[in-house]
């Protein structure tokens, strides 16, 4: 790591500094949890990719300490996140046979 300190990653920046480039950007731990989820969902990638050892490196360089969640508890993100976009989906259907009904 030191290496791509020094000779690729010129300047670090802190976790504030990231912050100040873009504020809107803020780590919750449910935020990553959907997006771990929908990068599996959307690319077809397996649920234990968050075993991969340089994707934790990666994720303790972006923010320390995060505790990356288990691929059964991904399994289980995808799941709610069909249920709910489900209900959705179907309201969305139901309005667009009434509307046409009438």
Do not use: W
């Not at 599996?40 to 320390?64: G, M, S, T």
């Not at 995060?66 to 959705?88: G, M, Q």
Request: glycine share 2%.
């Amino acid at each position: 790591m030191d290496i791509c300190d020094a000779h690729f990653c010129g300047s670090q920046l802190t976790t504030s500094s990231k912050s100040a480039i873009n504020p809107s950007l803020q780590y919750s731990e449910a935020a990553h949890h959907v997006l771990i989820a929908l990068r599996c969902a959307k690319h077809h990638r397996p649920f234990n990719f968050v075993l991969d050892e340089e994707y934790q490196k990666e994720v303790e360089i972006l923010h320390p300490g995060t505790k990356i969640p288990l691929p059964i508890t991904i399994s289980h993100d995808i799941h709610a996140l069909y249920i709910e976009f489900s209900k959705h989906v179907k309201e969305y259907f139901l309005v667009g046979i009434e509307s046409h009904m009438n």
